[in-house]
């Protein structure tokens, strides 16, 4: 079947207008990861989503960033009046949610922030 | 704080040789570990897992080594191939309910021909 996919693969935007970065995780996946990654860097966790659970947003580095999941598939990460320093690629992943923590990830959307 | 970490950030092997990519763990209670592969301008492919209940893990060309006693874990490629080029990412993951995955900075393995 399809693996994860995410939407845009790239984004340019200005410095203080939102974006919205969508992902699309495997079927039957009930757990799905947002990550972001600087240039060079290893994965940053953000938000997790566990079925119909409230998430959990431990990861998330400011009030501007927030994510929904509806119907318990498709994520928006959605971020607010964009800084510079919020370039990076941003990584969606999901896994079964029962217990089977491999996490596939989808190719990522590289959002540069000018 | 606790912390998953690489020993190299760069590793050049002859194509065909073996390849061993090294990690270091600081967190004991973490269960879980997984090897990612990241080729440029792509997400991360899984390439294989172990549980802290095993200390060896075998796959295709790739065997994991998991020493809970020094907090290292270990990525052997056999007869590593051009196209095994790429980043490679330890994550550990230990049991809170989050199950979020922890990364290393990753190491980058090139095989000349």
């Known amino acids: 079947g399809a693996g994860v996919s995410q939407s845009p693969s790239n984004k340019v935007t200005e410095k203080g207008k939102d974006v919205e970065l969508r992902c699309d995780p495997i079927s039957g996946h009930t757990a799905l990861y947002w990550y972001r990654q600087s240039l060079g860097q290893g994965l940053e966790f953000l938000i997790y989503?566990?079925?119909?659970?409230?998430?959990?947003k431990s990861g998330l580095p400011s009030d501007r960033f927030s994510a929904e999941r509806t119907g318990g598939s498709v994520s928006t990460l959605t971020i607010q009046r964009t800084q510079q320093e919020d370039s990076a690629v941003y990584l969606c992943a999901s896994s079964l949610g029962t217990g089977e923590e491999t996490q596939y990830f989808g190719p990522g959307t590289r959002l540069l922030v000018l | 704080g606790e912390s998953v970490g690489l020993h190299l950030p760069t590793l050049s092997v002859q194509e065909g040789d073996n390849s061993i990519i090294n990690c270091a763990y600081s967190?004991?209670?973490?269960?879980?570990f997984i090897w990612y592969k990241q080729e440029s301008g792509k997400g991360p492919q899984f390439i294989i897992d172990i549980r802290s209940n095993m200390d060896k893990r075998q796959g295709q060309r790739v065997t994991v080594l998991l020493n809970k006693t020094v907090k290292h874990l270990s990525l052997q490629i056999a007869a590593t191939q051009p196209g095994d080029s790429a980043v490679y990412f330890c994550a550990e993951n230990w049991n809170t309910g989050r199950r979020a995955l922890t990364f290393g900075s990753g190491t980058r393995l090139q095989v000349q021909p």
């Open positions: 989503f566990q079925g119909n659970s409230a998430p959990d």
């Open positions: 967190n004991s209670a973490s269960d879980y």
